[in-house]
């Protein structure tokens, strides 16, 4: 440990003397000027590091926004084949392995669910199709739901269709 610690004494000490070489070579005034663009340059660089890094994120997004778009309606599809009752029970597995796969890979990037049943209307979550009266749910709850809706994080991929109490 102390002879590592001895190196980057001596690496400093080495690097302080080129820096005071460099100081006395340029005047101050110089010195002070190019030191200064110097930090400039190398803030707009992180600046810029830091955008392109959101650039590419929002990219990403949207463009996995899209494609699952697309895809919704057949994850509805096979959805509402699972749902209907079969006499062959192996088909019904099949197309229920098939959804959960299809699910799966929708949950790994970042696809989730809005939740509907029983929660408060939000016309950014959700698009009322229609209303009811009934005196056992509360004001503005959701009833029913026609058709899932789908985000990514933040952003709506699809409104939920929901049918809305009161």
Known sequence: MEEKEKENLEEKQETSKEESKVKDMVPKQDYE??????????AEFENFKKRSSKERDVLYNSILSDVVEVMLPVVDNLENAAK???????????????????????????????????????????????????????????????????????????????????
Do not use: C, W
């Open 33 to 42: 000027e190019l030191e200064d663009r110097y930090k400039r340059i190398l």
């Open 84 to 166: 209907i009752e079969t006499a062959d029970e192996e088909y019904k597995k099949g197309v229920e392995l098939v959804l959960k796969q299809f699910k799966d890979v929708l949950a790994s990037n970042g696809v989730e669910e809005i939740k509907t049943v029983g929660e408060t209307f939000d016309p950014e979550l959700h698009e009322a199709v229609s209303s009811i009266q009934d005196e056992n749910l509360g004001e503005k709850e959701i009833a029913e739901e026609y058709r899932k809706g789908y985000k990514i994080g933040n952003k709506v991929i699809r409104h939920s269709m929901v049918v809305v109490a009161n």
